[in-house]
């Protein structure tokens, strides 16, 4: 327990006594003497007012000496030690110490200094020391608690400064690497707020655009770009890929861009920006002309053979250039058959390539399903005959007619009646059906067949080239594998949609839809 | 007994041609050929056919180019044209501003090649005759 209060400083002691039993003793003797000369006087006294006066005298030295007795006594019986230490001129004391426990110490050297002042005055040096040693022993540890506690403050707070440099270098060093890559790959990227304005581009779109970087950033894209299908393709919100055209900046060619598409959004599905990504398609477009070109040479070399050979064959199966035996006969229908076969794949070829490079032009006329459905029909009447399989037709009433290349939609019927007549054993049933779709915007043509039906699995890839799922029967040697993915092609550039449906040993079912020519649909 | 019908080939490939004008003989038409658009404009001003048979695709002078040289000079015979490929309507824009009298796609069979060239001479008109 401390008594020391306020002590900032070594103390010089100031005040400090004892008073001895033995000097007591006389003081108190003194006293007593005293206290006879009133009685003595009281004897003496005849007037009463005197004698009270005495009295009460006496009575007051006798309280006096009493509490002089009295404090001492507590005093010397407590063996209390009092330090006080002046601070200023007024000697105000600014700090007191009081110690118990230090008292047995300070007996035992005030003793051994047997009472004389100065022996006082380094008893009360002694007294001073210790206390200041005491004070400077809790001093120095209180500093030393702090300067632990700073400096466990100043550690935290380099590590904490060096994790947050480490991770400053960490994303310094991936936006190096993320920078790098941009740069690096052979795409053009353009990054565009909501208002168009460029945020980033990298060098390839700098390049393939014709534009500086710096000269863009935090400007609309197409602030000096003329290219209306720029515009369209940045204001556009629309995600995906876009080919566009662009005049290169040095000369007059033209650029073939491929562009893609994707909105950025935020985490709440807000639109912060779009990004698009270019590659020059210029060369792959060019490769493709000479393909388109290369296919029309082939097919015209491929198919002028043939129409001699065809048209050889049938003057000698026709007999004008005389009679042919029966056993000639089977042979010249066999090349004729064959011949027939390997016109229908260069034809199905060419006409694949055709539609797959968008060559394929349409002659839409109005048209009138019925009709198309009721001539294909007819064209493969003698063929299901022969097979023993009944072609049947369903038309709702009041069809409307349709815009639409009749041809072409006969070709893809002619596959599709075709093939179910294929894949219909004996006796079965072929059903070719029209109607309206349920919103009464298109027309739905459909062929079903009573077949062994086609796996689910195969649904998807019946209209991949060259797909054969079926079984078929070893004599048939038609079909190309190409006529439904040539039907797709077709309807789909008439903007309709094709697929099939079927369920096992249930036949298979081919549909396909034309959108409603508007002025013909009223 | 009538004069026979005088049909003129023009096609660069021989077997073709042959095949054809056997066959067109043997139906009773009287055929020529050319194999080269010259050829064809040779033997046209020496004696103008009933119907011509026109090969768009040859080396040289190609069936357009024969045709602007026959309309240039002023003959108007009913033209076929011949074709390979499928071509598609566009293809056939510029022969059509020339006047022709149909297409026949060679790979057909040569009952439609008889239907082609009667349909051919009936639209000849009378003032041709």
Redesign the interface.
């Given at each position: 327990m401390c008594h020391v209060q306020c002590v900032t400083r070594k103390v010089k002691p100031v005040f400090a006594f004892r008073i001895p039993h033995s000097a007591f003793r006389t003081i108190a003797a003194f006293f007593s003497a005293l206290l006879l000369i009133p009685l003595a006087s009281w004897a003496a006294s005849a007037d009463d007012a005197a004698r009270t006066t005495i009295i009460a005298s006496t009575i007051g030295v006798a309280f006096l000496l009493g509490l002089i007795l009295f404090r001492f006594s507590q005093r010397s019986s407590k063996g209390q030690y009092h330090v006080a230490t002046p601070t200023d001129a007024s000697g105000t004391p600014d700090g007191v110490a009081k110690d118990p426990a230090a008292l047995p110490s300070i007996l035992q050297e005030i003793s051994r200094l047997s009472g004389s002042i100065q022996k006082q005055q380094q008893v009360a040096r002694a007294v001073s020391e210790l206390v200041s040693q005491s004070v400077e022993q809790r001093v120095t540890q209180a500093r030393q608690e702090f300067t632990q506690r700073a400096n466990q403050l100043i550690q935290e707070h380099r590590r904490a400064e060096s994790a947050l440099e480490r991770k400053y270098q960490q994303t310094l060093t991936e936006k190096k690497q993320t920078t790098a890559v941009l740069e690096s790959i052979a795409e053009g990227l353009v990054v565009v707020n909501p208002n168009g304005d460029v945020v980033m581009m990298n060098s390839a779109a700098e390049r393939l655009l014709g534009v500086k970087q710096q000269a863009r950033i935090g400007k609309p894209l197409l602030q000096d770009l003329k290219d209306e299908q720029l515009v369209s393709m940045v204001h556009s919100s629309e995600q995906g890929e876009r080919e566009i055209v662009v005049s290169a900046s040095q000369d007059s060619t033209k650029k073939v861009l491929r562009a893609s598409n994707a909105v950025v959004t935020d985490e709440h599905g807000n639109t912060v920006g779009m990004v698009a990504v270019l590659s020059d398609v210029t060369k792959q477009r060019e490769l493709d002309e000479m393909k388109s070109e290369f296919v029309?040479k082939v097919?015209?070399e491929l198919?002028?053979?043939?129409?001699?050979m065809?048209?050889?064959l049938?003057?000698l199966i026709?007999q004008?250039?005389g009679p042919v035996s029966e056993e000639q006969q089977k042979f010249l229908e066999i090349s004729q058959r064959n011949l027939d076969r390997l016109?229908q794949l260069i034809?199905d070829l060419?006409?694949l390539s055709?539609l797959e490079a968008k060559?394929?032009?349409l002659?839409n006329a109005s048209m009138a399903i019925g009709a198309v459905i009721s001539s294909v029909c007819e064209s493969v009447s003698a063929w299901a005959a022969s097979k023993r399989v009944t072609v049947s037709t369903q038309l709702a009433p009041g069809l409307p007619e349709v815009s639409a290349d009749a041809a072409r939609i006969a070709q893809v019927l002619t596959n599709l009646v075709g093939n179910a007549i294929k894949f219909t054993p004996e006796n079965g049933q072929v059903t070719v059906e029209a109607k309206l779709t349920g919103d009464g915007r298109q027309l739905e043509v459909s062929v079903a067949d009573t077949g062994v039906g086609i796996d689910k699995e195969n649904l998807p890839k019946l209209f991949n080239k060259f797909q054969q799922v079926g079984e078929r029967s070893a004599s048939d040697i038609s079909g190309t594998g190409l006529g439904l993915a040539i039907s797709k092609e077709i309807v789909e550039l008439h903007q309709g949609r094709i697929w099939a449906e079927s369920d096992a040993q249930q036949g298979a079912r081919f549909v396909f839809t034309l959108s409603l020519n508007p002025s013909s649909a009223g | 007994m009538p004069q026979p019908i005088r049909v003129l080939l023009i096609d660069d490939e021989p077997d073709f041609l042959e095949t054809v004008s056997y066959w067109l003989t043997s139906q009773g038409y009287q055929v020529a050929l050319a194999t080269t658009g010259t050829d064809a404009l040779t033997h046209i001003a020496r004696q103008a056919p009933d119907v011509i048979f026109l090969d768009i695709v040859m080396p040289r002078m190609d069936g357009l180019a024969t045709l602007k040289r026959l309309r240039a000079s002023n003959v108007m015979t009913p033209v076929v044209l011949l074709t390979t490929t499928g071509q598609n309507p566009s293809e056939l824009i510029e022969f059509q501003a020339l006047g022709i009298a149909g297409v026949f796609q060679k790979q057909a069979s040569l009952d439609v090649f008889h239907q082609v060239l009667e349909s051919a001479l009936k639209s000849r008109g009378p003032s041709s005759l």
């Open positions: 029309s097919s015209h198919r002028t053979p043939l129409i001699a065809r048209h050889a049938s003057i026709d004008v250039a016109s034809n060419l006409d055709k060559k394929m032009e002659r | -």
